[in-house]
C-alpha cells in the first residue's frame, strides 16, 4: 500500500496561534486526500476532502475558515488550524485512498494551551 | 445518516479468543472494514467484508451478515500486544469514504 508520513508528529501551540499540520504521500498520486480528527475514546470524524488543485470539501460543523486546507500538488496537502483554541485539541489523520483501500497517515498530535 | 454501534470496551486473558461485534444501519451498504488502532498511532488495515460469511487471516477473523447489520472481528490466541482500540467502518451510499465507529478497546491480560 501507499506510504503517508505526517509532520510535525505532535505540536503544542499557545492559543491564538496557528499550525500548519502537512500530509505527504510518498509513493501514490493522491488526487484526493482525506483529513480526520480524533478526540480521546472517540471515533475518527472526517473534517474535509482535499482535492488537488481546487477547494476542498468540508464536513457540516467544521469551520473551512478555521481549518484551511491546501491540495496544491499530488503528493501534499496542509491542513492549517487558525486561531486555535484548546478545544482543537485533538488527534488530526490524514489518509489518501485507493479504490476502498484508505491509506492512513500516522497522525499529528495538537495541544493547544 | 449511519449509525454504527461497538462496546465501548473489552477484556481477555493472554492465549484466549475474543470476539467483537459491531452493528450497523445504513442505506446503500457497499462493505465494512475493522482497524486495530494502537493508542497515540493511526489505524492499520485488518480486514473488509462486503459479502456475507467469515473471511479469515491468520489469528484474525472477520465475518459479515448484510441481512442483520452485523459483522464481529475474531481474534485468536490472544497475545499482549493485542491490547488496542479496534474500529468497524462502513462503506455505505456509494461513497468509497467509511464512516468509523467509536472503536473497541479491547484490554489483554496475563
Known amino acids: 500500500g501507499a506510504v503517508v508520513s505526517q509532520h510535525p508528529s505532535w505540536v503544542i501551540c499557545k492559543s491564538g496561534t496557528s499550525v500548519k499540520i502537512e500530509c505527504r504521500s510518498l509513493d501514490f498520486q493522491a488526487t484526493t486526500m482525506f483529513w480526520y480528527r480524533q478526540f480521546p475514546k472517540q471515533s475518527l470524524m472526517l473534517m474535509a476532502t482535499s482535492n488537488e488543485g481546487s477547494k476542498a470539501t468540508y464536513e457540516q460543523g467544521v469551520e473551512k475558515d478555521k481549518f484551511l486546507i491546501n491540495h496544491a500538488s499530488l503528493t501534499l496537502s496542509t491542513l492549517t488550524v487558525t486561531s486555535a483554541h484548546p478545544e482543537d485539541s485533538s488527534f488530526y489523520i490524514c489518509?489518501?485512498?485507493?479504490?476502498?483501500?484508505?491509506?492512513f497517515g500516522p497522525g499529528t498530535r495538537l495541544t493547544v494551551t | 445518516g449511519q449509525n454504527i454501534d461497538q462496546p465501548t470496551e473489552m477484556t481477555a486473558t493472554e492465549g484466549a479468543i475474543v470476539q467483537i461485534n459491531c452493528t450497523y444501519q445504513t442505506s446503500g451498504f457497499n462493505g465494512l472494514f475493522w482497524y486495530q488502532q494502537h493508542a497515540g498511532e493511526a489505524p492499520t488495515f485488518l480486514s473488509y467484508n462486503v459479502l456475507d460469511g467469515l473471511e479469515e487471516k491468520g489469528r484474525f477473523s472477520s465475518f459479515l451478515s448484510r441481512s442483520k447489520g452485523y459483522s464481529y472481528l475474531l481474534l485468536k490466541e490472544l497475545q499482549m500486544k493485542d491490547s488496542a482500540s479496534y474500529l468497524c467502518?462502513?462503506?455505505?451510499?456509494?461513497?468509497?469514504?467509511?464512516?468509523f465507529g467509536r472503536g473497541t478497546s479491547l484490554i489483554v491480560h496475563p
Open positions: 467502518a462502513v462503506l455505505s451510499g456509494g461513497s468509497y469514504i467509511p464512516t
Open positions: 489518509t489518501t485512498g485507493d479504490g476502498y483501500e484508505q491509506y
